[in-house]
């Protein structure tokens, strides 16, 4: 006999203290098992065995190597080069987002979801996409070339506009969402009291949006530090960040004992920044009083206020707009849609199949690791529901996190390193791509569903267990009803970006079925209009499907269903 809600409820009224503790907490560790295992065979096993592989001699390792390794000049640029950037790129995000966020956060106005989605593409675009609307923008021939004679594709200003323009939507979310929520009538009473208005937002309303911040910047530095697509396209030979000097070292000079170094050098960055960010979320969490966000909006008001909604839209136009517009234009070009009918010819060259086909494989590849990042991800966000989990929990959530910020060309080299013998001998497997892409994927599901499901109630679960119900029937009929919407979002996330993901995928697809961003990446590697045409087709193919699958996120989108 099916639970009913009501049935479920009057238990749950019943129920004193929490039933079913130790029940509850094998039911936790038996969740965790599959994302676990996931993970440990998928992630740590690739990665250990190419950071082996490059450390050992003659079976023995050498940490002395990591030494020498940072004693080389060029290896110390390229991770001065890296943390500079990563740090001027977030310094200049935060510096141009903020407003945004203010805009979005304070003000009411028509539009104002259409314009959330039109800040929020960027995001998902794959950074492949990203460098080539920027080569189009600031690059040879492009916009800037043609009207003033300006190229800014060999200048780091390029690089750091791009990442601006990739990370714009994560300060504009993460602190805006918190922003609506924060009570205006704090800083209101604050004035009355006599402080100035830039007094009361730097004494009231600061200290209250300092954890989102701090937590925004953390994630912007996390994404540049570990940028590839888009320093692999507008750095040329000039700059070269860790990510793709593990790339250089890997597949261009077979150097894998300095990959690995660079390997765990980037690691243990990543280790440090993820700590930070996780206090910074807790803090987040557990200090802060809200009000409706509803109910904090309203209509620009006075001059200044105008001007800076003024000043944001046209941010928002030359910035965001700007470069995908380029980008479709340049792949028209003057001959139509005469680069679009090349896809579909075969050269001979760079591709053993019609580039055109790189969309179907694509798709099906990013339908694939949508399935397993929803299943490892709902496993995973539903063992960490509890707030009061110990530190194995904690830990564990650390994990899940790890892919967004280790090296994808690692993990890539690793797979075809540790996935070479049986009963694991996937080489020639199709599922090889996905795989890879649903290690990136699981993040964005885990993050997307656990603000939801430590949103239900508890006293539900713990009725439905008093009545009977097994582990696996309280979350088909008490959880899964209250986070569909928010598994829809979780799945649409997962698909954007296993679509566009490109470290690991670019050393493990097959030559006769490419990725589309391994296709825009070849074509732009190789001389010639045509080439060039072609890779801005692709690109905007590529734009257009991460469009469509961002309008029906906002669509499926609700206040309450966490922001990223």
Request: glycine residues 8%; aromatic residues 10%; contains cysteine.
């Amino acid at each position: 006999m099916d639970l009913t809600r009501t049935e479920v409820t009057r238990a749950g009224k019943q129920a004193g203290k929490p039933a079913g503790t130790v029940r509850g907490s094998a039911a936790r560790l038996g969740l965790m098992a599959v994302p676990v295992a996931f993970f440990a065979v998928f992630f740590a096993y690739p990665v250990a065995a190419i950071v082996a592989r490059g450390l050992e001699v003659d079976g023995v390792w050498r940490l002395g190597r990591i030494g020498d390794v940072l004693a080389q000049s060029d290896v110390r640029h390229v991770l001065w080069f890296t943390t500079w950037q990563a740090l001027a790129s977030t310094a200049l995000t935060l510096l141009v987002a903020l407003p945004g966020a203010y805009v979005f956060a304070r003000f009411d106005f028509p539009g104002k979801q259409v314009l959330r989605a039109v800040v929020t593409v960027p995001f998902v675009l794959p950074t492949v996409v990203v460098g080539t609307a920027f080569l189009a923008l600031v690059g040879r021939g492009g916009l800037l070339d043609d009207l003033w004679g300006v190229r800014l594709d060999t200048t780091v200003w390029a690089i750091l506009l791009a990442h601006v323009f990739f990370n714009y939507a994560v300060v504009v979310r993460t602190v805006g969402g918190l922003w609506a929520q924060l009570d205006p009538r704090q800083e209101e009473a604050a004035r009355m009291l006599g402080a100035s208005r830039l007094r009361a937002w730097r004494q009231v309303t600061l200290p209250a949006l300092a954890p989102a911040v701090a937590a925004a910047a953390l994630m912007v530095f996390l994404f540049t530090f570990t940028s590839f697509g888009v320093v692999q396209i507008l750095g040329g030979p000039t700059f070269s960040t860790l990510e793709v000097e593990i790339y250089r070292q890997t597949s261009q000079v077979f150097d894998l004992s300095t990959a690995a170094v660079l390997t765990l050098i980037q690691f243990a960055a990543v280790a440090a920044v993820l700590a930070v960010h996780a206090w910074t979320v807790r803090r987040r969490e557990s200090a802060l009083r809200l009000v409706d966000a509803a109910t904090t909006a309203r209509r620009p008001r006075g001059a200044g206020q105008w001007t800076l909604f003024a000043g944001v839209l046209g941010t928002v136009a030359v910035l965001l707009v700007l470069p995908l517009a380029v980008l479709v234009q340049r792949s028209l070009g003057a001959s139509g849609f005469g680069y679009y009918r090349a896809l579909t010819r075969e050269d001979g060259g760079a591709f053993l199949v019609p580039p055109i086909e790189a969309i179907g494989n694509s798709l099906q590849y990013a339908v694939a690791a949508t399935a397993i990042a929803v299943v490892i991800g709902a496993l995973a966000a539903t063992a960490l529901t509890r707030r009061d989990a110990g530190r194995f929990v904690r830990g564990f959530d650390a994990l899940l996190m790890l892919p967004l910020g280790v090296s994808a060309v690692t993990v890539g080299f690793g797979f075809l390193i540790a996935l070479d013998e049986p009963p694991l001998d996937l080489r020639s497997s199709w599922i090889l791509v996905p795989l890879a892409q649903a290690l990136v994927g699981v993040p964005f599901v885990v993050r997307t569903m656990l603000p939801v499901l430590r949103a239900v109630d508890g006293r539900l679960r713990e009725a439905a267990a008093v009545l009977g119900a097994s582990p696996w029937r309280v979350w088909r009929e008490v959880d899964l009803p209250m986070v569909r919407r928010a598994l829809l979002v979780a799945a649409g996330f997962a698909f954007a970006v296993s679509l566009g993901e490109f470290g690991a995928t670019v050393f493990i697809a097959r030559p006769d079925n490419p990725t589309l961003p391994v296709a825009v990446a070849r074509l732009l590697g190789r001389p010639g209009d045509m080439n060039y045409g072609q890779a801005m087709a692709l690109s905007t193919i590529l734009m257009l499907v991460c469009a469509v699958a961002l309008v029906v996120l906002e669509r499926l989108r609700t206040d309450r269903s966490g922001e990223f």
